[in-house]
């Protein structure tokens, strides 16, 4: 059977990979966000919108410059460190 595409020839398993992907870079950056499936489906979206693939390497890069870049990470906020 078939995987059915989400978005962008995404499948459900792309999602489910390049999440957990995201909530690792999330975590060694010290950052959270309020929904990790929205903040992947733009990391993912911006990856292929730049000719990118779902691959952990371009979506680990597209995580890094997403978190880096003032203007797109206003989804995510860094944590008290206490």
Do not use: W
Not at 18 to 43: E, F, P
Request: proline residues 1%; contains cysteine.
């Amino acid at each position: 059977m078939k995987e059915s595409i989400l978005f962008d020839f995404a499948t459900l398993k792309d999602l489910e990979s390049c999440k957990q992907i995201v909530a690792q870079k999330l975590q060694a950056n010290q950052v959270d966000c309020d929904d990790l499936d929205d903040l992947t489906r733009d990391i993912m979206k911006l990856s292929y919108s730049i000719g990118g693939s779902y691959d952990a390497n371009m979506i680990v890069s597209v995580t890094q410059c997403y978190l880096d870049h003032p203007q797109l990470s206003k989804k995510v906020k860094k944590r008290n460190i206490a």
